[in-house]
């Protein structure tokens, strides 16, 4: 079985600080990791993925994510917040090499004050 | 580009009913998956298809089923409609899993309200 947490509901950071969102993982074998951002009444969008290589992940709209082997973590960071990053984001995995069942975790509100 | 549609946007269905959704995938892209999003929770997998074959099914009754056709466009079909069905149902293409590329292109969504 697999399985994803993101540990906050919530993460409130002002404008301009570094943002963090954690994701921790559960997985048999290598996992296929992703962040993907929801805003109101919409779908889900990509940010960034981890298969294999450096584990420092760039994405979309100046996020990264870093994978953590040993803590089996790949939380999501932004070096500088803009309000517009306030959304819905969602971590997801699925075992590489397996057949595509992917487990997303529940999302953390991002909400970046002015 | 276009991205992934969906329609409807919105459907109330009545418990015991059948509900046909409906998916376009970017064009371009082979392969669909439709995913369950109940309010305050994250998607959950129902069914990839590619080239037309489910790839991938999770966790869902049988009153869940799919198919793709050879346009690449998607139904799901839910049959016997109960109250916990009510969620937003997104469709999500990505261009080729044989070629590793799994980011998935989310379309809007269709919230699906049963009574």
């Known amino acids: 079985a697999q399985s994803v947490a993101q540990p906050e509901d919530q993460v409130n950071v002002a404008e301009g600080n570094p943002l963090t969102v954690k994701c921790t993982y559960s997985?048999?074998?290598?996992?296929?990791l992703f962040w993907y951002v929801q805003y109101p009444n919409r779908g889900l969008q990509f940010l960034l993925k981890y298969i294999t290589g450096d584990n420092l992940v760039k994405g979309s709209y100046g996020f990264e994510a870093e994978f953590n082997k040993s803590q089996t973590s790949f939380h999501l960071k932004k070096p500088s917040a803009l309000v517009s990053d306030s959304a819905l984001y969602f971590c997801a995995v699925w075992r590489l090499g397996g057949s595509y069942i992917p487990t997303f975790g529940r999302g953390t509100s991002l909400i970046v004050h002015p | 580009d276009a991205g992934v549609t969906q329609s409807p946007t919105h459907l109330i269905k009545t418990r015991g009913q059948h509900v046909t959704l409906r998916c376009s995938p970017i064009s371009g892209h082979k392969s669909v998956s439709w995913y369950q999003q109940v309010l305050g929770q994250g998607p959950q997998f129902i069914f990839q298809?590619?080239?037309?074959?489910?790839?991938g099914r999770g966790n869902f009754p049988d009153r869940f089923s799919a198919r793709q056709f050879p346009n690449y466009s998607s139904e799901l079909n839910v049959n016997a409609l109960l109250l916990g069905d009510s969620a937003l149902y997104l469709c999500?293409?990505?261009?080729?899993?044989?070629?590793?590329?799994?980011?998935?292109?989310f379309g809007p969504g269709t919230r699906l309200t049963v009574t």
């Open positions: 997985v048999s074998g290598n996992p296929y």
């Open positions: 999500a293409s990505s261009p080729s899993p044989a070629q590793g590329s799994y980011e998935q292109y």
């Open positions: 298809y590619y080239e037309k074959e489910e790839r």
